[in-house]
């Protein structure tokens, strides 16, 4: 039966590009050798008890977890998902082929598993927060079962869209490992929550839940304001190809000036860039911001990059990023609909 798995590429996202131009994910451990020859978890075990002799003992039990994980139980026709740092997006696939070793591969992505990629834009925001709670764990393989995750994944990498836990979805896939190999550490990712993207995620979803239409050209001006620009924000209904006017200065008029549109809803395709670019050339504009929240198409993202000089994109996690650098200078009413707080806690030392 069909399982889904996490399989997260470097804590920067060093590994995401070349997962996606090679089919494939995996990586790190790059102290342990080929495990092709072995065929349990003993197995493995062995392997790196030898290799990481020193470690501490829950750092080798959760090293023995994920390598087994990768090396005996991600089959093909497993749903895969790749957490991507480079641009805060979710790549999906399903696994076409199991373990194998790639010395010829930079030690960093040697130890993998093959993917054929169907999605690799995926935004943040087209996931509910629960089921984004459930991705989110600070270890690099696991399983995620919750909140009926394997039929959810399937939706999305089908549609692009989370249907939900309320109704599960009439299904024969297995939601989640529940065989005697089931490894805690693994199939319980819930216990290494990664408590800084669970909180981004959590912000994410208030701001779309509340922010909805105009009312995110509200809190981008408010932003932009924040960081020193004037702004003028054009009224509900059609505003021409701009949401936002901005400019340094008493005025509003100084250099570098800004035009910005802000679209709340799905993927932006390449026309809205284009008329972005038109306005910005018509009116002589220094700058341009294109706030997408369902991020960009394919298309639109090739698009971009002609135009990186002029035109800067901000997604939904692009947009909470901008809200927590300057959310002790934003407005009363808008820290009164999006209370935060700061809270210190200790650095996974094996971060």
């Given amino acids: 039966m069909t399982a889904a798995w996490v399989v997260r590429s470097g804590k920067l996202g060093e590994r995401d590009q070349i997962a996606l131009e090679q089919s494939c994910s995996g990586g790190g451990w790059e102290e342990i050798p080929d495990l092709t020859d072995c065929t349990s978890r003993d197995d493995v075990a062995k392997v790196v008890n030898d290799v990481l002799s020193g470690e501490s003992k829950g750092r080798i039990q959760n090293a023995v977890a994920q390598l087994w994980a990768l090396r005996g139980r991600i089959t093909p026709g497993d749903i895969l998902v790749m957490p991507m740092k480079t641009t805060k997006q979710l790549a999906l696939g399903r696994v076409t082929e199991g373990y194998r070793y790639r010395s010829d591969n930079s030690p960093a992505m040697r130890h993998v598993v093959s993917v054929d990629w169907q999605r690799t834009d995926l935004p943040r925001s087209a996931v509910k927060q629960d089921l984004l709670y459930t991705l989110g764990s600070v270890l690099t393989v696991f399983a995620p079962s919750k909140n009926n995750a394997v039929a959810r994944l399937e939706h999305l990498l089908d549609y692009g869209t989370d249907p939900g836990a309320v109704e599960p979805l009439p299904t024969l896939i297995s939601q989640g490992a529940t065989s005697v190999e089931a490894d805690s550490s693994v199939d319980s990712p819930e216990l290494s929550t990664d408590f800084e993207q669970a909180a981004t995620d959590q912000i994410l979803t208030r701001i779309g839940e509340d922010f909805a239409g105009h009312e995110l050209a509200g809190l ?132």
């Fill in 220 to 351: 981008v001006t408010a932003v932009l304001e924040a960081e020193g620009f004037r702004c003028d924000m054009a009224p509900p209904g059609p505003d021409g190809g701009v949401d936002i006017t901005a400019g340094r200065g008493p005025l509003g008029l100084d250099t570098p000036t800004l035009l910005v549109q802000v679209k709340s809803g799905g993927q932006v395709g390449g026309p809205v860039v284009s008329q972005l670019q038109g306005v910005m050339s018509a009116q002589g504009a220094d700058q341009g911001l294109l706030v997408a929240w369902g991020g960009l198409t394919r298309p639109a993202r090739d698009q971009m990059r002609h135009h990186r000089l002029r035109i800067r994109v901000w997604e939904a996690a692009d947009v909470v990023d901008a809200v927590l650098r300057n959310y002790a200078r934003l407005p009363s009413g808008i820290q009164t609909r999006l209370p935060l707080k700061q809270v210190w806690m200790l650095s996974n030392p094996e971060d």
